[in-house]
């Protein structure tokens, strides 16, 4: 099994920002693709950034696009999001996520949470205005 555990987020004016990190532990060769997602109050889980940890490509959402970046540090087994020009509407739970099964290579599945198999606990992020 994936282990993950997210650290980083907390709170921030609009403007400003946040790093997040995810480490990974147990059978991470099974991994595929891991992403970042988030959940709003009331709102469905979305994905907002996707990396191929085989080819290294990135992805992202429209709505974080030009503003996050995902990367991965392959030695230390540890993804990050870089969140810049943070906005109200980026509060959320953050959820890092792996994909075991190969699914992210369908640009359809990408993010799609029910298609990554191994997920974190959460970190909060607050964008104030």
């Known amino acids: 099994q994936v282990q993950l555990v997210e650290s980083g987020g907390g709170s921030v004016q609009a403007g400003g920002s946040l790093g997040l990190s995810c480490a990974a532990s147990?059978?991470?060769?099974?991994?595929?693709?891991m992403g970042w997602f988030r959940q709003a109050p009331g709102k469905e889980r979305e994905g907002v950034a996707v990396?191929?940890?085989?080819?290294?490509?990135?992805y992202y959402s429209d709505s974080v696009k030009d503003r996050f970046t995902i990367s991965l540090d392959n030695a230390k087994n540890t993804l990050y999001l870089q969140m810049n020009s943070l906005k109200p509407d980026d509060t959320a739970m953050y959820y890092c996520?792996?994909?075991?099964?190969?699914?992210?290579?369908?640009?359809?599945?990408?993010?799609?949470?029910?298609?990554?198999?191994?997920w974190g606990q959460g970190t909060q992020v607050t964008v104030s205005s």
């Open positions: 996520a792996a994909d075991t099964t190969a699914q992210c290579r369908f640009p359809d599945y990408r993010f799609v949470p029910n298609k990554y198999t191994r």
């Open positions: 990396i191929h940890i085989g080819a290294g490509t990135t």
């Open positions: 147990g059978y991470t060769y099974s991994m595929v693709c």
